[in-house]
């Protein structure tokens, strides 16, 4: 099946910090998704992409659907203590109706 | 995840105990996906349903779970004969339409099997 490498597993970063995270896939998608869970909640969908090479952004985020359809990476600029969480791509398309996950990337941040 | 509801929050049962997990999706969707999370791992798709259909079950486990989204209710998602291996988080979530159409998410039911 479809699987989806999202780096990195888990980030320790100070208040005010830009983060980085990206997910790289074996299989084209056609539309990427990046959610936010919070403990104990649903995935909160952030931002949505569906064209290759689309970069858009939503307030501190931004994201874009890479060229070859394979990848897409999250920015978050001025890091603040509400953004803790997991974050989550995902891809659909390629034949599946059902989104195929990444693993997350646990956001920490210290004071 | 505002708008799809999941019930129960929390459903605990013994092993052999059967799990029915509803879902009422938006308001103006039709469209119906049940996801599973392991602890530590990412959602897994398991079916996807439109009203009295299921359109795509092949996430779905060959015995003891099943679907439905009856033309009038919620989407239910039924294990029979619970395991410990079962315990989960079970997510759904609704869209508008099929294909490429945003999903969104109901806060999930935590299973745990005793």
């Known amino acids: 099946g479809q699987q989806l490498n999202q780096s990195p597993q888990s980030m320790f970063i100070q208040e005010g910090e830009d983060v980085s995270m990206n997910c790289t896939s074996s299989?084209?998608?056609?539309?990427w998704l990046w959610y936010k869970q919070d403990p104990g909640e649903g995935p909160v969908l952030l931002i949505a992409?569906?064209?290759?090479?689309e970069l858009t952004s939503n307030g501190r985020l931004t994201a874009q659907f890479g060229i070859t359809r394979k990848d897409s990476f999250l920015n978050i600029s001025a890091s603040i203590p509400s953004d803790v969480g997991i974050y989550f791509c995902?891809?659909?398309?390629?034949?599946?109706?059902?989104?195929?996950f990444g693993k997350g990337t646990h956001l920490i941040i210290q004071p | 995840n505002a708008g799809v509801m999941q019930n129960p929050r929390h459903l605990v049962r013994r092993r052999g105990q059967e799990a029915r997990l509803r879902c009422s999706p938006m308001?103006?969707?039709?469209?119906v996906y049940w996801y599973r999370q392991l602890p530590e791992e990412g959602l897994k798709f398991m079916v996807y349903?439109?009203?009295?259909?299921?359109?795509?079950e092949s996430g779905m486990p060959k015995e003891r779970f099943s679907a439905e989204f009856p033309k009038e209710g919620p989407s239910i998602l039924r294990i029979q004969q619970v395991v410990r291996g079962d315990s989960a988080a079970y997510f759904c979530?609704?869209?508008?339409?099929?294909?490429?159409?945003?999903?969104?998410f109901g806060a999930g039911t935590r299973l745990s099997v005793l």
């Open positions: 979530a609704s869209s508008r339409s099929g294909y490429a159409n945003i999903q969104y």
């Open positions: 299989s084209i998608f056609n539309t």
């Open positions: 992409l569906y064209k290759a090479g």
């Open positions: 995902a891809g659909q398309g390629g034949g599946a109706d059902g989104l195929t």
């Open positions: 308001k103006g969707h039709s469209h």
């Open positions: 349903l439109q009203k009295e259909n299921i359109i795509d």
